[in-house]
């Protein structure tokens, strides 16, 4: 069954630079969600989009955008990266089920590196 | 702010031992959903519970949603080695796109 996928798997940047990263969810799925992991710590909620408008907001920072496209694919941009920015970035995917219990079904991650 | 409570952080148990761990909230969540993770790879669901005193099977493992909907528990009998990993809870309180909010997460070690 198809996935999640996530690009780039990796990324390395210096402090200062902006990153862009790419989240394509499960086919027939139209709700996204970004969340950022740093090392030892459980994932936090960043930010999710339904039918490419912003549904739910959470710790994302201001330096952070993201936004959905018409194929439902999601573009997490991070400006001004700093050192603290490291983590695993990882985009969910849900069907909109009746009544709103949506599972999530998580990609692989990006591994972003800010040296 | 809503928070859960994952016990316990760490368990080191031999094959063949059961185990459980507890997933608690002071808040009502209308689903919760158990994660298995890897290192460095994405959580991969196990089981969404939905129903307060849901109970749901999967192989050796049983996942049971609390009456009001405030904890749950995963229960693991005759632990193999290949059950090792980090089991994490979460949590949705609303409908729609709401983001999960996340335990601290149960990393589990089954010596062989």
């Known amino acids: 069954a198809a996935g999640v996928i996530q690009s780039p798997r990796h990324l390395i940047k210096e402090k200062r630079e902006t990153a862009t990263l790419k989240c394509y969810p499960i086919?027939?799925?139209?709700?996204v969600y970004w969340y950022q992991q740093g090392p030892g710590q459980d994932p936090q909620f960043l930010i999710s989009f339904y039918e490419k408008m912003q549904s739910d907001k959470g710790s994302i920072p201001d330096r952070f955008s993201a936004q959905q496209f018409s194929d439902y694919h999601s573009e997490l941009n991070m400006s001004s990266l700093e050192l603290g920015d490291s983590a695993l970035y990882f985009c969910a995917s849900s069907p909109r089920l009746a009544g709103g219990l949506e599972t999530q079904y998580f990609g692989p991650g990006t591994r972003l590196l800010v040296l | 702010t809503q928070l859960l409570e994952q016990s316990p952080q760490f368990l080191s148990i031999q094959e063949g031992e059961n185990l459980t761990v507890y997933c608690n909230s002071s808040?009502?969540?209308?689903?919760l959903q158990w994660y298995r993770q890897e290192p460095g790879e994405g959580p991969v669901l196990l089981v969404t519970?939905?129903?307060?005193?849901e109970v749901k099977k999967l192989k050796r493992l049983t996942f049971q949603f609390g009456d009001a909907r405030k904890d749950s528990s995963l229960h693991i009998t005759a632990a193999q080695p290949g059950d090792t990993g980090l089991y994490l809870c979460a949590g949705v309180s609303g409908g729609g796109a709401d983001g999960l909010t996340f335990g601290k997460g149960t990393h589990l070690i089954i010596q062989p």
């Open positions: 086919p027939r799925h139209d709700t």
């Open positions: 808040s009502v969540f209308s689903s």
């Open positions: 519970v939905v129903t307060g005193g």
